[in-house]
């Protein structure tokens, strides 16, 4: 992982870990114990599932820039399906409270999504690949146009 991809995730983790914090907080205190758990757990889902996602993007950017807005429609479609699919197997749980893990899956993915926002608009990415010179140093870039 190149290091300004690592400061994007962290940039991003470390908020959404942050807001999960919060609401774990909140539901220990509305919920008790049981509330705690279930936001503490649904924040570590939410990490782990966008953290696998930005992975798998950032090397499909690198490895098939062609495939890159397709491959984000559908991760990201993929995550949310997952989540839901986890929502509805810990659903009647004992574990933990359901509605305080609902409820923090939300806040968390909401982080996340900003977060993940803000670090890409702070970013200083090149949207224009600068032309490599020919030959070696300092030399001008041959002109092919006519001077007619």
Known sequence: MRSDDARSLLHTAVPTAAVGA????ISG????????????????????????????????ARSMPHLFQMMGLVLYTTQILLLFVFVAVFKNTTLFHPKAFAITLVAATL?????QTRAHMKAKILYVEPDATKGGKGEKPENTGSSS
């Open 29 to 60: 205190v509305v919920a008790g114990g049981k509330g705690a758990i279930g936001a503490i757990v649904a924040t570590l889902v939410v990490i782990l599932f966008m953290g696998i996602g930005f992975v798998v993007l950032q090397r499909t």
């Open 22 to 25: 919060i609401v774990a907080v």
């Open 111 to 115: 982080a996340w999504i900003g977060a």
